[in-house]
């Protein structure tokens, strides 16, 4: 009898749309391979209807807060449900993004330097000098990232204001000019390394990552052999320092500008990263020989718990 999977997908977060994209990209993969598949649009009642489902793996396809933060992770070991991706642990770290610095840091990975603030205290003085980077200390996706550029003699002011939903302490970051890499691991091995350019506009926000057409990617970067190579080293080195298992995506940014520092510096760790048509993931995979679905296999045949 084939192994019945359920696919965790949709959630509460902000990313919820983008999650459903990688939950229902994950079944139709998984059905093609042969597996029994469910589909679950997760709630505040997902242990009554896992505890009634009992799948033999759950594929974690959930992105953000409660699905990439520890929270699902520890529920499915208390079901004893053998699950996708990081642990609990490991999600947690990973997901508090200056938490991940800090180990990150101690095993030789350079990082960004910046500082934890209050928002309000961020909207008032720069609390760094410009140019800089502001975004919340526990989301992804780019949500809530700002640039703040030499030339903006006002701090953002959103910050104070009550659009602003991602929480009262935000990360300030010196802003690293350069290219916009990025790296899977799978397992115990790195994959290939793409240079992410956007389509239009400067950076690679929440538009350039999932609108179809809104990023260009290179792959294989088109970098100095040992810079590629040393990509991969850095997004292994973070993946194993945070505890990480399963799949996941580093993301780094290389300053080769005229004069520019040179530096390689890794800005976070994504422990749940995308799966949807335009993810960057299952483009390394594919790079390495990978269809989509086998993928998706191995991530199933290696969840496990205790993770």
């Not at 916009?180 to 691991?185: H, K, M, N, R, S």
């Not at 350019?197 to 950076?203: L, Q």
């Not at 609108?211 to 990509?231: D, F, M, T, W």
């Not at 973070?238 to 940014?253: E, F, N, P, T």
């Amino acid at each position: 009898m084939p192994k019945h999977v359920a696919v965790l997908m949709g959630g509460w977060s902000s990313e919820r749309p983008i999650s459903l994209s990688s939950g229902n990209a994950c079944v139709k993969a998984l059905e093609g391979e042969g597996y029994r598949v469910t589909p679950v649009d997760v709630g505040p009642d997902v242990a009554t209807a896992m505890t009634q489902l009992k799948p033999d793996v759950a594929l974690n396809a959930l992105h953000g807060p409660a699905g990439e933060d520890g929270t699902i992770q520890g529920l499915l070991e208390i079901l004893k449900i053998p699950y996708t991706h990081s642990g609990v642990l490991a999600s947690a770290l990973a997901m508090h993004k200056e938490r991940a610095k800090t180990v990150m840091h101690a095993a030789g990975v350079a990082v960004p330097q910046g500082c934890v603030v209050n928002r309000f205290v961020a909207a008032k003085s720069h609390p760094l000098p410009p140019p800089y980077v502001v975004k919340p200390i526990a989301e992804g996706s780019s949500m809530g990232v700002i640039i703040v550029r030499e030339e903006r003699s006002h701090p953002p002011q959103i910050l104070a204001s009550d659009e602003w939903t991602y929480g009262e302490e935000v990360l300030a970051e010196t802003y690293i000019a350069g290219r916009e890499l990025t790296c899977a691991v799978m397992g115990d091995k790195a994959l290939g390394v793409i240079e992410i350019k956007p389509a239009s506009g400067e950076w690679y926000d929440f538009d350039a990552k999932y609108a179809e057409g809104g990023s260009i990617h290179v792959l294989p970067a088109e970098i100095k052999p040992n810079v590629y190579q040393r990509v991969q080293e850095l997004s292994l080195t973070a993946h194993q320092a945070l505890g990480c298992r399963g799949v996941s995506r580093a993301d780094l940014r290389y300053d080769d500008t005229p004069g520019g520092t040179g530096a390689l510096v890794v800005l976070e760790v994504n422990t749940q990263p995308g799966m949807t048509p335009t993810s960057l993931v299952p483009e390394m995979a594919a790079h390495a020989g990978l269809s989509f679905g086998e993928l998706v296999r191995w991530m199933v045949e290696d969840a496990s718990l205790g993770r």
